[in-house]
């Protein structure tokens, strides 16, 4: 039997090495081994999200499956973390005369009650996804709060510090800017007011040649979810 190696790593800061694609291939290469499998092609998606559904990658490991052949993954959650998306793989892996295997946390069979329990298994997985993300949403909010440095550009209202280009200091033109917006906000002006007033008064504030609604709304938006 033909066998297609598909590996995922995930771009999150906390992800596990030890599930790397490099591991990931050599784990599903021993049992295919075990197995007898022959692996045919394999492919990898580095630094991408399970939620993100153009991975190329992957749709290519589907497209070179042949009949009777399988998917040989590590873990479900490799090819997906929500429900939908895992729901479109399999369909797809299925009209090719294929099948996906996982080297853990499988579960055998196509009964419905097999079925069943692999779409419990990616809502948790799209649950766990979800719970990642916030808490790192939030952690990086705080590390920014606490003046770290966490990406290429100080978010709007902060500036990298010159001495110390790990750290981040507010900015105090800027600042000025963030406290006009959030004052228009409460009135509940739209981010078309708001833009318009902030082209009127800080517009040597904005990182572009002048303000626009979308870089507004994402300081709205921001702003709401401190």
Same mark, same amino acid.
């Given at each position: 039997?033909?066998?297609?190696?598909?590996?995922?790593?995930?771009?999150?800061?906390?992800?596990?090495?030890?599930?790397?694609?490099?591991?990931?291939?050599?784990?599903?290469?021993?049992?295919?081994?075990?197995?007898?499998?022959?692996?045919?092609?394999?492919?990898?998606?580095?630094?991408?999200?399970?939620?993100?559904?153009?991975?190329?990658?992957?749709?290519?490991?589907?497209?070179?499956?042949?009949?009777?052949?399988?998917?040989?993954?590590?873990?479900?959650?490799?090819?997906?973390?929500?429900?939908?998306?895992?729901?479109?793989?399999?369909?797809?892996?299925?009209?090719?005369?294929?099948?996906?295997?996982?080297?853990?946390?499988?579960?055998?069979?196509?009964?419905?009650?097999?079925?069943?329990?692999?779409?419990?298994?990616?809502?948790?997985?799209?649950?766990?996804?979800?719970?990642?993300?916030?808490?790192?949403?939030?952690?990086?909010?705080?590390?920014?709060?606490?003046?770290?440095?966490?990406?290429?550009?100080?978010?709007?209202?902060?500036?990298?510090? =010159?001495?110390?280009?790990?750290? /981040?200091? %507010?900015? @105090?033109? $800027?600042?000025?800017?963030?406290?006009?917006? #959030?004052?228009?906000?409460?009135? =509940?002006?739209?981010?078309?007011? /708001?833009? %318009?007033? @902030?082209? $009127?008064?800080?517009?040597?504030?904005?990182? #572009?040649?002048?303000?626009?609604?979308?870089?507004?709304?994402?300081? /709205?938006?921001?702003?709401?979810?401190?």
């Amino acid at each position: 039997m033909n066998a297609v190696i598909y590996t995922r790593f995930s771009p999150r800061r906390n992800a596990n090495d030890s599930e790397s694609c490099e591991i990931q291939e050599a784990i599903c290469r021993k049992l295919a081994t075990k197995k007898g499998y022959t692996v045919t092609d394999i492919f990898h998606d580095r630094d991408v999200s399970g939620a993100d559904e153009y991975r190329e990658q992957l749709w290519q490991a589907i497209e070179s499956l042949t009949k009777g052949s399988v998917l040989l993954v590590f873990k479900r959650d490799r090819l997906a973390r929500n429900v939908y998306l895992s729901e479109q793989i399999n369909r797809a892996v299925n009209s090719k005369g294929a099948s996906i295997v996982a080297v853990t946390g499988d579960i055998d069979g196509n009964g419905d009650e097999q079925v069943m329990i692999r779409q419990i298994i990616s809502v948790i997985a799209e649950y766990e996804r979800k719970i990642t993300s916030t808490r790192t949403s939030f952690a990086m909010k705080q590390h920014q709060r606490n003046g770290r440095r966490m990406g290429r550009f100080a978010p709007y209202g902060w500036k990298i510090d =010159e001495e110390d280009g790990s750290r /981040i200091v %507010k900015d @105090l033109d $800027e600042q000025k800017a963030l406290e006009l917006v #959030a004052q228009l906000h409460k009135l =509940e002006l739209t981010p078309a007011e /708001i833009t %318009k007033r @902030l082209n $009127e008064v800080y517009p040597e504030c904005s990182r #572009a040649k002048k303000w626009n609604r979308k870089s507004v709304g994402k300081i /709205i938006e921001r702003m709401d979810k401190i």
